[in-house]
């Protein structure tokens, strides 16, 4: 790596540190005025912004990138729209800079509070998602920290043409430039050089595929925050409701299968699984879904729903990221309990049952980010949670869990009040 590279990455890193300490004390005005003038730029630049994103799209093409990938690279008019919504109800939502967690008052007089404040300076590390930029810069700017952002080669068109958006809203609130930067280059070498950074940054958010998230918690010297995949699973009880089965599978499974809140894995109680599992995987087959499934869900299977394949080890910890799914049959709630949390990657799992007790059992025994009952786990989503958006789903204990929105993106500092207290 060139001596001028590292250089060139250092001083962005620089410039958002200095940007952070203007940030952490902006009035929410400010910080919202740069959100909204965001929110009309946005669809405004529609036809400059899909331009940019074309010579992407076809770079993909050339590159062989899957259906799955083109898709979570593609803008579109209506999702400019949603991104111009998400914009606006990340202005609407309410400031956790300087929020009170706790005030306590001492003995000796002194009072002692517990405030939110800014992490400081965020390095977000993603690939073909140009929701990212957007959303990451918000959230950020929102929470008073600075953010650098390093999008993949797939979408650098995209993200640059974003970036001079972005420039554009902080300059008309009077924001600094060096809030939100984008590491010009798609050089894996700045990359590097970025990772080892960590007296200017103070974390880390990697959004993509697994190897790209295990390179940067395996080489950053900064505290990253991540999850590696999204292997989420489906568990139909004894007690579902058949029609609420196949519809929430469905969905889950269906909706976009690209992503990481899809279901890949279906778990079907065996007291049932003879009558209803047909029927959900009729449903799951007549939406293009391919199935895989173990020795006991394959000889329950009709002839019309025989699934793809039997499905191996493998399979039954897969992330697809497409029409495919694997299903297995349980015999209890504790079984598919123990499968699931030996299985899945710990993000978003969901229990359909009519059975309320069945139900409490399951949300609270596995041990995933976000665990549903009688919904679709594509709503583990920062959108959907109300946060107006996300910076990335965490499925690490410490810090952040789940979606992680505005609250997730500040620390906190003890501000200590006295009337002339000594310590003796």
Known sequence: MSDELAQQVTTIAQQARAASYALATAPTAQKNAALEHLATLLP??????IAANKLDLDAAEANGLTAAQIDRLTLTPERLDHLAESVRQVAALPDPVGAALETTTRPNGL????????IGVIGIIYEARPNVTIDCAILCLKSGNAAI???GKEIFHTNTAFAALLAEALAAADLPAEAIQLIPTT???ALNTLLKLDELIHCIIPRGGEGLIRFVAQNSTIPVIKHYTGVCCIYLDKAADPTLASAITVNAKTQRPGVCNAAEQLLVHADVAATLLPQVASALIEAGVELVADGRAAAILSTANLPHGIASDEDLRAE?????????????VDDAIAQINRDSSGHSESIITTDAATAARFQAAVDSSAVFWNASTRFNDG????????????????HARGPMGLPE????????????????
């Open 187 to 189: 050089d894996r070498a």
């Open 44 to 49: 405004a630049a529609s036809e400059r912004l």
């Open 383 to 398: 959108f959907e949670f109300g946060f107006g958006a996300e910076i990335g789903i965490s499925t690490d204990r410490l």
């Open 320 to 332: 697809f990221l497409a029409l495919k799914m694997a299903v297995r049959i349980v015999d209890s």
């Open 409 to 424: 993106l500040c620390s906190y500092k003890y501000v200590v009040t006295g009337t002339g207290q000594t310590r003796g």
């Open 111 to 118: 009072v002692i509070e517990k405030r939110r404040v800014p």
């Open 149 to 151: 952002l390093r999008g």
